[in-house]
């Protein structure tokens, strides 16, 4: 998988086949030695039980108020999913760089660990024994399924994932938000254009610590192209989930950074054993 540079995917805008295949993304369950590390989970998989039980064994106190406040099934197993598996990254980079823990020479436990939500800066925050890490940590979560990327640099950084979603009405919705451009696009070649133009807005939003409402009326791929220069990104509609009942429910993803190199990038499935582990 080699990630184009930009100019070269804004000559690739028409037909919508080229403009959707921009990268196959690689699903491993094989880590890569990156400067980026992108998971992806499932929690409609984890029953309440399991849920509870995570919660209470891998999350500090603060954590565990801010999950119990959650009021659906849904967002408590999403909140849960995600500290456990930013835990893991943040840990497994610490042992990788042979760095010294913060506060003390005993093992680097997932409470030693906290991720925070700044509310001021709207981004998270990752802390190691109350102090502040220099990563960047994005997540986005739809249906079920959360996305998340990590860098242990201090990065623009963004995701976001989406579900196809059967009645809406995505021409109208594209008239009345997007760019007149954008919206002739999905005019002319329907929801996959309008799902992935609308990962690209929420990403380019969280990476840029922007209002997602101060860029929809913007012709994205211009700004990506102009305004953000730097700004590099994998994006896919590949990623499909079977439920119960044997529906497949396809999803739209894009991850968005600056100076950072996707060539290689994989994203990683994670199981409910990866959140034991």
């Known amino acids: 998988m080699a990630c184009q540079n930009v100019n070269k995917i804004m000559a690739n805008v028409l037909p919508l086949s080229q403009f959707t295949s921009w990268q196959r993304l690689q699903f491993s369950n094989k880590a890569l030695e990156t400067p980026l590390e992108i998971l992806l989970f499932n929690t409609n998989n984890l029953t309440q039980f399991e849920t509870d039980e995570l919660a209470s064994t891998w999350l500090t106190d603060k954590e565990y108020q801010v999950f119990t406040r959650r009021k659906a099934k849904s967002a408590k197993k999403e909140f849960v999913a995600?500290?456990?598996?930013?835990?893991?990254?943040?840990?497994?980079?610490?042992?990788?760089?042979?760095?010294?823990?913060i506060g003390?020479?005993?093992?680097?436990?997932?409470?030693?660990?906290?991720?925070?939500?700044?509310?001021?800066?709207?981004?998270?925050?990752?802390?190691?024994?109350?102090?502040?890490?220099?990563?960047?940590?994005?997540?986005?979560?739809?249906?079920?399924?959360?996305?998340?990327?990590?860098?242990?640099?201090?990065?623009?950084?963004?995701?976001?994932?989406?579900?196809y979603k059967q009645k809406r009405n995505v021409i109208k919705l594209s008239e009345h938000f997007y760019h007149t451009l954008e919206a002739q696009m999905v005019n002319q070649l329907g929801e996959e254009y309008f799902y992935r133009i609308w990962t690209l807005k929420e990403s380019l939003a969280k990476a840029s610590q922007q209002g997602i409402m101060d860029l929809l009326a913007k012709d994205t791929l211009s700004q990506l192209a102009y305004q953000f220069p730097n700004m590099s990104f994998v994006s896919t509609n590949e990623y499909q989930v079977t439920d119960v009942n044997n529906i497949k429910h396809r999803f739209d993803l894009t991850v968005m950074a600056t100076n950072v190199g996707f060539e290689g990038i994989q994203i990683l499935q994670m199981t409910k054993q990866d959140l034991k582990n």
């Open 82 to 101: 995600s500290r456990i598996l930013i835990k893991q990254l943040v840990r497994a980079w610490l042992f990788n760089e042979k760095r010294k823990f």
């Open 104 to 163: 003390g020479s005993e093992a680097l436990t997932f409470k030693s660990i906290s991720v925070c939500f700044n509310e001021q800066l709207s981004r998270l925050e990752v802390f190691v024994r109350n102090k502040r890490l220099p990563v960047t940590v994005s997540i986005s979560h739809s249906a079920g399924q959360v996305l998340i990327a990590f860098s242990p640099r201090a990065i623009e950084l963004g995701v976001d994932i989406e579900k």
